[in-house]
């Protein structure tokens, strides 16, 4: 192929840049295809980009030349103010998982007895099952919506019904095809879905890493965080800069054309339109190859040039999958069969104590590096000093460090062999060590303390945190380094102090300029308006969790009456027991929680009334009564609590937690542990429609 120099500059373009801007296109993809789909390239990296260069002298000189899906538009736009959400056509589910061999026995026997029941042929149950394997990415996933063969979205999963619009993002990665060009056919669907895994190549992701510490910056913890950090950039500039990979494993919504009937053949197909799919993918006959596959690919686990954290098996028939249908948002037709977490020796250097935000002191062991499941490892959790002592380890020992996924890696225990000559003893503090104050640990109790509460730096920074955080007050862009910022330099000294931050303040604040100034004081006030079981899970009570500060909300619907309950009457809200109780009490008990709650409403930080609950009278008031739900997952037609309401307004019961006096769990999208549980007790679940047909 030539190469050729760029024409003279010109005004307009001349019917032979426009031919030539169109065959560099056209090569250029074709080379991407070769690139990237078939990881057979046919030009050197310096052809390539003598190509581009060509491309992008060419459009400089005639803008009129540009198109929106130019390979050279592939450096992002200006930064955006926020991600706007996208409805998925379909939702995305999610995958139930196994991690022993007779969990997935188990999932084909469902698979083949389900098969012949549907199919009323009892041989089925003894025929084997056609699976497709290929490894589980860890990366975020992505659905892409071509029209007429053009990007037009991206998206992110988000809770699988909803997700964040990041096209602008998404058309900077690479080997995610702008348009599907020549390859894409006449019986081609007009709109087409592509779902699969952004992610980043443990190469890719130790070369972004050196170069931001070399800039000063902080490095990603594993290549997840640093895929999932760069699609979710507000400046799209940036995520052109993240060598960002992707590989193809589905596709969700269609409409028109004709598609392959199989799992893999809709793998090869999309191959053939110009997505990357994983090519260890394989098509297997029964479980037992399967699980063949399973031990196969673990060995080589660590040769992979990307990180995994097992394999998902799909029954290959898209007519079975149908056939097999979902359950509580994960399908029935596969199963993720997850690798055991994993576990390296090392020596252990030194402990520190961590003060987290109740004051918890918390052991962390300082390790010499060690490489556990593709990360470096210098520091994990004791947890605390029982577990120290249960595992009688002393500093200098050996130990075992277990890392699973995202969970913050632990000291197992102490490896085998002679102990080391010269280990000491760890001992806990005398006194807090981020202030001084007396460490207190009541009896009978793991835990040890620092009595400083908000007088203390740690407690204070970790509390704040807490506030801000996504499932409390969400507030957006105000990241650890941040808070870190603001709580040490005296400027916040409790979550109230937050509102009164303006944009001369923070941009006073290291790294912020004008335009990051403004988006955080926009986020401050958005968060002004919240719910009150998220106002109460921020507050940060000590073991109210999430679910907790939404029954508490439920229950009371109105902060004041909550203030004032006292022990005693909050043990009547569902899972709320002795001690979560006195924890309660004592922090509306504790005057400087009551300033900070006074502040926070001064500032502004408001949430809608509760729904009225009606007191059900008679019997036919109460056409529930006597049955007992458990809410799971999320609704769209009204909120967990809102449902909540409804249904003790008709006389039935809610509890938290499930047991074999449910009568049914109802479960809207994402429904947590509580579905499998009741799948274990054979308890009936309901779904949204189940729902409506109760309160109607
Ligand atoms: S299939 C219904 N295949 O795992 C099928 N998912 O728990 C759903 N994932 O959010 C997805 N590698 O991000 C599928 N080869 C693979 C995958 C994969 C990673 C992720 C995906 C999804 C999660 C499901």
């Avoid at 960002?244 to 999309?270: I, K, R």
């Avoid at 908000?454 to 509390?463: F, K």
């Avoid at 009164?500 to 955080?520: F, Q, S, T």
Wanted: glycine fraction near 8%; aromatic fraction near 6%.
């Amino acid at each position: 192929m030539s190469v050729a120099g760029s024409p003279a500059p010109q005004a307009g373009s001349t019917d032979s840049s426009k031919a030539r801007s169109d065959e560099l296109r056209r090569q250029i993809e074709h080379h991407n295809y070769r690139y990237y789909v078939l990881d057979d390239p046919e030009v050197s990296d310096a052809e390539f980009d003598a190509l581009m260069r060509e491309l992008e002298g060419l459009e400089k000189d005639h803008p009129d030349l540009v198109t929106p899906d130019s390979p050279t538009q592939r450096v992002g736009a200006h930064p955006a103010e926020g991600f706007a959400t996208v409805r998925h056509r379909l939702p995305m589910l999610s995958l139930a998982n196994g991690f022993e061999p007779d969990e997935i026995r188990d999932f084909d026997r469902r698979v083949r007895e389900r098969l012949a029941k549907q199919t009323g042929d009892p041989e089925l149950v003894e025929a084997a099952v056609i699976y497709m394997a290929e490894p589980k990415l860890d990366g975020l996933a992505i659905s892409l919506i071509y029209e007429d063969g053009r990007l037009v979205q991206a998206a992110t999963r988000g809770d699988g019904e909803t997700g964040e619009d990041v096209t602008t993002n998404v058309r900077t990665i690479r080997p995610i095809p702008l348009h599907l060009g020549d390859r894409f056919t006449d019986d081609a669907p007009r709109v087409l879905e592509v779902r699969g895994e952004v992610f980043m190549r443990r190469a890719d992701f130790e070369r972004l890493n050196a170069g931001l510490e070399a800039e000063g910056q902080r490095g990603f913890m594993n290549p997840r965080n640093a895929a999932a950090g760069s699609l979710r950039q507000l400046d799209s500039q940036v995520t052109a800069r993240r060598p960002l990979s992707f590989f193809a494993y589905s596709v969700g919504f269609v409409e028109g054309g004709t598609l392959p009937d199989t799992q893999s053949g809709t793998l090869d197909w999309l191959r053939q339109l110009g997505f990357p799919a994983c090519p260890e993918r394989e098509v297997l006959e029964g479980v037992e190859a399967c699980l063949d596959y399973y031990e196969r690919v673990a060995e080589r686990r660590a040769t992979l040039d990307y990180e995994i954290d097992g394999i998902v098996y799909k029954v290959d028939s898209l007519a079975d999958q149908q056939a097999l249908g979902f359950v509580s948002r994960a399908p029935r037709w596969a199963i993720a069969h997850k690798f055991p977490a994993e576990e390296r020796t090392t020596t252990l250097r030194n402990v520190e104590f961590r003060v987290g935000r109740t004051g918890a002191l918390t052991p962390v062991a300082r390790l010499e590096p060690v490489l556990v499941g593709g990360v470096m490892v210098s520091n994990a959790t004791l947890h605390n000093m029982d577990e120290i002592a249960r595992k009688d380890i002393r500093i200098g020992d050996r130990v075992i460090v277990r890392r699973a996924g995202d969970v913050i890696p632990e000291v197992v225990g102490r490896a085998g062999g002679e102990r080391p000559a010269d280990t000491r003893a760890i001992e806990m503090p005398a006194a807090c060590p981020e202030c001084g104050s007396h460490i207190e640990r009541p009896e009978g109790e793991a835990v040890a303390r620092c009595t400083g509460g908000l007088v203390c730096p740690a407690q204070r920074r970790e509390a704040l945190k807490h506030f801000v955080s996504r499932r409390a007050l969400d507030i957006e862009g105000f990241g650890e380094k941040l808070i870190e910022q603001v709580a040490d330099g005296g400027l916040v000294q409790s979550p109230a102090d937050l509102f009164a931050l303006d944009a001369e303040r923070l941009e006073a604040l290291e790294r912020v300029g004008p335009k990051l100034a403004e988006n955080l004081v926009n986020a401050l006030d958005q968060a002004r308006e919240t719910t009150l079981a998220r106002f109460i899970f921020a507050l940060g009570i000590r073991e109210v969790g999430e679910v907790t500060a939404r029954n508490l909300a439920s229950y009371y619907g109105d902060l004041d009456v909550l203030m004032k309950a006292d022990a005693e009457a909050l043990q009547e809200v569902p899972d709320v027991g002795p001690i979560v109780a006195e924890h309660i009490a004592n922090f509306f008990a504790e005057p400087h929680n009551l300033e900070v709650i006074r502040a926070l409403r001064e500032a502004d930080v408001h949430w809608p009334d509760p729904p009225r609950r009606a007191a059900p009278e008679t019997a036919d008031a109460a056409p529930l009564a006597g049955r007992t739900y458990v809410l799971t997952g999320s609704f769209e037609s009204m909120t967990r609590d809102e449902a909540k309401a409804a249904l003790e307004a008709r006389g039935a019961k809610i509890t938290g937690s499930v047991s074999k006096k449910t009568t049914a769990v109802i479960a809207g999208a994402d429904p947590g542990s509580k579905v499998t549980k009741a799948e274990s007790l054979d308890i009936p679940i309901l779904g949204p429609d189940d729902l409506a047909q109760l309160l109607a």
